[in-house]
């Protein structure tokens, strides 16, 4: 068995949240501060799990309204027509355009909803101390980090698509209310996913080794 790696928390070193400076602390008034910034120290994020998960809830009710409700409202002199994300890929496909309706599909539907299942997993990991496959955990916290700024796909569809028909055509286009649900999504799985604290994932392990020895 390999020893575990010596880590900053184990010297009695703080990692400033804010400028990423290693130091012991300046002891003020409570809790210790960075001397650099003057951030407050932790040696991990607060209630990192707790806050996580809080804002994991909030996404997965959002995610309800974002693929139950229309996220386009179509309008021409043949009618009104209302779209979820999912009646729009059914159409899209229908249409000829697998390949759109793919990535619609893909972006809308599966990435935002494989994005909270990672995150439920990692944070259920944490929560019961799992040692299991760390490494890959960690990966899959990395790449939940990245795609985050990619999923706003479908809200960049609806705006193109209605700035392209409302200029000169009788048709409109409108963004419904599942756009704004499905914004919420996306944005409360990053502020999860930012609220995750990925050293937690390595705690349980170093204890187990320690435990091991
Ligand atoms: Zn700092």
Redesign the pocket.
């Known amino acids: 068995m390999t020893r575990a790696p010596l880590t900053a928390q184990d010297c009695g070193l703080f990692s400033?949240?804010?400028?990423?400076?290693l130091?012991k602390g300046v002891k003020g008034s409570g809790e210790s501060r960075?001397?650099?910034?003057?951030?407050p120290?932790h040696f991990r994020k607060p209630n990192s799990v707790s806050r996580s998960l809080a804002l994991l809830i909030a996404a997965y009710i959002m995610y309800i309204p974002a693929n139950l409700l229309p996220i386009m409202k179509t309008g021409s002199m043949f009618g009104a027509q209302d779209d979820t994300i999912m009646s729009g890929v059914v159409y899209l496909w229908h249409s000829g355009s697998w390949d759109l309706a793919l990535v619609v599909f893909i972006a809308s539907i599966l990435v935002p909803l494989l994005k909270l299942i990672a995150l439920t997993l990692l944070l259920v990991s944490v929560h019961f101390r799992s040692t299991w496959l760390p490494l890959q955990r960690t990966k899959l916290y990395r790449i939940v980090e990245l795609i985050g700024r990619w999923s706003m796909l479908d809200i960049y569809v609806v705006t193109i698509l209605a700035a392209l028909v409302q200029v000169g055509s009788l048709a409109t286009i409108t963004a419904g209310p599942a756009a704004l649900a499905f914004g919420a999504v996306v944005v409360l799985t990053m502020f999860a996913a930012m609220a995750f604290d990925p050293r937690l994932i390595w705690d349980p392990l170093k204890k187990a080794r320690t435990e091991h020895d």
């Open positions: 400033c949240h804010v400028c990423g400076l130091s960075c001397p650099r910034c003057s951030a120290l």
